[in-house]
Nanobody
Framework: QVRLVESGGGLVQSGGSLRLSCAAS????????MAWGRQAPGKEREFVAR???????TYADSVKGRFTISRDNAKSALYLQMNSLKPDDTAVYYC??????WGQGTQVTVSS
C-alpha cells in the first residue's frame, strides 16, 4: 500500500503563497486520481482539489483561481500551489489517493 507524506505547510500572512508537496512511497503513475483535502479546527474534512492520471483537474469553488494542483509521476509526487491565501484557508492539508490512502497532513496557518 502506498504511503503519503506531506510537507511545505507553515505560517503565512494573508495574501501570501505556499507550495505543498506530497511524496508517495511508490509509483503514482497508475493511480486514477490524487487529491488534496483539508480540515479546519472544529470543521469536517473537505475536498480542495483533484488531478486525474491524465491531468484533468477539479477544484473546490472556495479555492478556484487561487490554488493549482499538479503531479509529477516521475518523482511520485503531488503538489498544491496556493496563492492569495486567506485566513479561511487555515487548516491541516492532506493528500490522498483514489485508493483511499491518506497522508498524515501538514498544517497551514494564514494570519490576517
Amino acid at each position: 500500500q502506498v504511503r503519503l507524506v506531506e510537507s511545505g505547510g507553515g505560517l503565512v500572512q494573508s495574501g501570501g503563497s505556499l507550495r505543498l508537496s506530497c511524496a508517495a512511497s511508490q509509483s503514482i503513475f497508475s493511480i486514477n486520481f490524487m487529491a488534496w483535502g483539508r480540515q479546519a479546527p472544529g470543521k469536517e474534512r473537505e475536498f480542495v482539489a483533484r488531478i486525474t492520471r491524465d491531468g484533468r483537474t477539479t477544484y473546490a469553488d472556495s479555492v478556484k483561481g487561487r490554488f493549482t494542483i499538479s503531479r509529477d509521476n516521475a518523482k511520485s509526487a503531488l503538489y498544491l500551489q496556493m496563492n492569495s491565501l486567506k485566513p479561511d484557508d487555515t487548516a491541516v492539508y492532506y493528500c490522498y489517493t483514489s485508493y483511499g490512502t491518506w497522508g498524515q497532513g501538514t498544517q497551514v496557518t494564514v494570519s490576517s
